[in-house]
């Protein structure tokens, strides 16, 4: 692919990754994202070991800013849902956004996802706490059975 702007929408493939992307993807990942993976690993509350239930979370998601807004966000996210879908015990797809990402909120919104509540200085970032809003897509309707 060419590192430009695309006059159609391309072809979006996917595929495993492999142990020889891990240079390229930490790369990305450090340039899109100002915390590290082990930070992020101990943001999470959810002890699945004490349910029966499961749940996926998308721990970041990013994509290279020359090809954004091409859809590729909302294809993968698509891809996820897909595959929590295919577990019998999973309940939702959830996630984190910092409060002041608004393509990414509008990105959510715009998949259904839904948000549950705004978390008081969840980030911390160079010394700064932020708050985040709580997104999530349930997977089997349960957002509706919570409301009868
Ligand atoms: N401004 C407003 N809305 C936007 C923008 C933007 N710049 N970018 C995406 N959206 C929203 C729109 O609703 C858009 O729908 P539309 O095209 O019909 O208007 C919708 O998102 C889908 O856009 P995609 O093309 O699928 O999204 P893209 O592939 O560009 O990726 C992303 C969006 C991931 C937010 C990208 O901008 C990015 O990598 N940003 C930097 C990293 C980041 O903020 N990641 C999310 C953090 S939260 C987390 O990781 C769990």
């Given at each position: 692919?060419?590192?430009?702007?695309?006059?159609?929408?391309?072809?979006?493939?996917?595929?495993?990754?492999?142990?020889?992307?891990?240079?390229?993807?930490?790369?990305?990942?450090?340039?899109?994202?100002?915390?590290?993976?082990?930070?992020?690993?101990?943001?999470?509350?959810?002890?699945?070991?004490?349910?029966?239930?499961?749940?996926?979370?998308i721990?970041?998601l990013?994509?290279?800013?020359?090809?954004?807004?091409?859809g590729?966000a909302s294809s993968l996210i698509k891809e996820v849902i897909k595959?929590?879908?295919?577990?019998?015990?999973?309940?939702?797809v959830?996630l984190?956004v910092?409060?002041?990402?608004?393509?990414a909120i509008f990105l959510y919104k715009k998949m259904s996802f839904k948000c549950?509540?705004?978390?008081?200085?969840?980030?911390?970032?160079?010394?700064?706490?932020?708050?985040?809003?709580?997104f999530m897509y349930y997977?089997?309707?349960?957002?509706?059975?919570?409301?009868?």
């Amino acid at each position: 692919m060419v590192a430009s702007k695309f006059s159609t929408k391309p072809k979006i493939c996917y595929r495993p990754i492999r142990p020889s992307d891990l240079e390229t993807l930490e790369h990305i990942h450090t340039k899109l994202f100002p915390i590290r993976e082990s930070e992020i690993v101990d943001l999470l509350g959810y002890d699945s070991a004490k349910s029966d239930q499961t749940l996926v979370y998308i721990l970041t998601l990013g994509v290279v800013d020359t090809y954004r807004k091409l859809g590729i966000a909302s294809s993968l996210i698509k891809e996820v849902i897909k595959y929590a879908s295919s577990i019998s015990t999973c309940r939702a797809v959830y996630l984190h956004v910092i409060s002041y990402n608004n393509p990414a909120i509008f990105l959510y919104k715009k998949m259904s996802f839904k948000c549950i509540r705004r978390l008081q200085g969840f980030y911390l970032i160079n010394g700064q706490h932020y708050d985040s809003y709580l997104f999530m897509y349930y997977v089997m309707g349960d957002d509706l059975l919570a409301h009868h």
